[in-house]
């Protein structure tokens, strides 16, 4: 039975756990853009480098979540109901989405416009961090709504090893026979992913105002 007035009586937890779903989720990505920026510059420098970064990083994300949530506090000598041990994990399958969109975010910049930053006098440092990454910043976008939705979901998975987040609702309930934490716990996770992609998109709009400019000129024509 569904008994709608828990959740005015219990929206402090609720609020709790939805403030520590947002860390466990939102840490990874930021640890993993910083990790994925450089891995995907080389990858898209030196094609060696490509045929080993991009097959390895999808490797990883092969690996089951519930696999590498156990596997981590042995190598890692935490314990298990750790969140560094959700954060690292989600750190790595975050790493293994963003090296690939890194890269061809980067390839996709044309070649063009490369050479002519380098005709300018743009040395390869300065012209990586002024001309390419710009341009390289939808596509890479892209990648990190991706990357996030998928930590969104992710972290409820923790809830098996006694980490917190809204994914304790969902065990909590089914152990419960009390559908309305499964519910809100539900409800929650996919609000959140729905507001986390669309401010994502709304990022990505604002910082490149030249491919707005781009279309506009374009629906006018």
């Known amino acids: 039975m569904i008994l709608w007035d828990w959740i005015p009586r219990n929206l402090g937890t609720i609020g709790q756990q939805l403030l520590q779903h947002l860390q466990l989720s939102l840490i990874p990505v930021v640890v993993a853009l910083v990790v994925s920026v450089p891995?995907?510059?080389?990858?898209?420098?030196?094609?060696?480098?490509?045929?080993?970064?991009?097959?390895?990083?999808?490797?990883?994300?092969?690996?089951?979540?519930?696999?590498?949530?156990?596997?981590?506090?042995?190598?890692?000598?935490?314990?298990?109901?750790?969140?560094?041990?959700?954060?690292?994990?989600?750190?790595?399958?975050?790493?293994?989405?963003?090296?690939?969109?890194?890269?061809?975010?980067?390839?996709?910049?044309?070649?063009?416009?490369?050479?002519a930053a380098t005709a300018m006098g743009f040395r390869p440092g300065r012209r990586f961090v002024s001309v390419e990454l710009p341009l390289a910043v939808p596509v890479l976008i892209a990648g990190l709504r991706v990357a996030t939705v998928s930590n969104i979901s992710l972290v409820s998975v923790g809830a098996l090893i006694g980490v917190g987040g809204l994914g304790a609702l969902l065990t909590q309930g089914f152990q419960e026979f009390f559908p309305t934490k499964i519910i809100i716990g539900v409800v929650l996770i996919v609000v959140l992913a729905l507001l986390a992609d669309a401010l994502l998109l709304l990022l990505g709009r604002y910082i490149t105002p030249w491919v707005r400019a781009g279309a506009g000129a374009r629906s006018k024509a």
Do not use: C, E, K
């Open 39 to 115: 891995l995907g510059w080389l990858a898209n420098r030196s094609p060696a480098l490509r045929a080993v970064l991009v097959p390895a990083a999808g490797l990883l994300y092969t690996i089951p979540s519930i696999v590498l949530f156990v596997m981590l506090p042995g190598v890692l000598g935490t314990r298990i109901d750790s969140p560094l041990n959700i954060q690292i994990a989600l750190t790595v399958y975050t790493v293994a989405l963003l090296v690939r969109s890194v890269a061809d975010a980067l390839a996709a910049v044309p070649s063009m416009v490369v050479a």
